[in-house]
């Protein structure tokens, strides 16, 4: 069995590089923490080299799928941190309408999981009366959580922030109320894509960007790589939300200014 601290093997390197080709995901950019989990994992499969754990990656969609859980864990649900939630229905979004004269607003929804986020967002889209034709757009490396995103179908444990009023309107239920299905109302107003944000180009102009417990798993030096990408990102006069575990040290350096906690605005 490969010992937990060896991170720096010739055959470990070997075998995130293969990695990297076929799913696009570059464990250099995280922190340790991801790499014990890589070797955990692996020692719970009773794998005992990396070739091994690697066909056992690239041939078995649900090892993939346990593989990226693991690492990352897609765990998230309706409206977490309900308060940055309320403050965007109440304020952030009728803010941006006022500074546009519109409501055709460009929201983006970076590292989507499995889509509790994006849709909580186009929630308050429709509440707030935003152009449906200009649809969130969710994003995520891990295709798996995209097409389980689209489906659309979460359990009740999933929604206790959501208000009852969200849940009669937005949602239909099925399993005696113990499953919630999104409406197609809301999910014409995601668009969800498969999207690699170190390697990738952004694109520009957007009036809200939310990336919450994503950038936490990478290294100090991806981090200020991704931030910099946000903020040219970014419209003037936007606004980034970040995490409520997050902080972004250097944000004036890179040209944000604080708007509020975990809140960053582009002047």
């Excluded at 994992?41 to 969609?61: G, P, Q, S």
């Excluded at 990226?68 to 409206?79: A, G, K, P, R």
């Excluded at 889209?125 to 489906?151: F, W, Y």
Aim: overall charge positive.
């Amino acid at each position: 069995m490969v010992e937990l601290n060896q991170y720096d093997s010739p055959e470990y390197e070997i075998f995130k590089q293969k990695l990297r080709k076929i799913i696009g995901l570059d464990l250099n950019s995280y922190k340790n923490q991801i790499h014990r989990r890589v070797h955990m994992l692996m020692d719970r499969w009773k794998v005992n080299t990396y070739d091994e754990y690697f066909n056992a990656i690239k041939d078995d969609n649900k090892k993939l799928r346990e593989f990226l859980d693991h690492l990352t864990i897609n765990v998230s649900e309706f409206f977490r941190n309900e308060q940055q939630w309320w403050k965007m229905r109440d304020h952030l979004l009728p803010d941006l309408i006022k500074k546009r004269g519109s409501k055709r607003l460009k929201l983006w929804s970076a590292g989507s999981a499995t889509g509790e986020e994006p849709y909580s967002l186009a929630i308050l889209s429709a509440i707030c009366g935003l152009d449906p034709s200009v649809p969130v757009l969710a994003v995520d490396i891990d295709e798996g959580a995209i097409n389980i995103a689209q489906k659309g179908v979460y359990l009740k444990r999933q929604l206790l922030n959501a208000p009852k009023e969200y849940l009669s309107k937005y949602f239909t239920t099925s399993d005696g109320g113990e499953t919630y299905h999104v409406t197609p109302e809301i999910k014409r107003r995601v668009s969800f894509k498969r999207f690699n944000m170190i390697d990738e180009p952004f694109g520009s102009g957007f009036d809200l960007i939310l990336c919450r417990n994503v950038v936490i798993y990478f290294t100090a030096e991806t981090k200020s790589l991704l931030y910099v990408k946000f903020f040219n990102a970014l419209a003037p006069g936007g606004y980034f939300l970040v995490g409520s575990t997050e902080q972004i040290f250097e944000y004036k350096k890179i040209g944000f200014e604080m708007a509020g906690p975990f809140l960053y605005t582009r002047k």
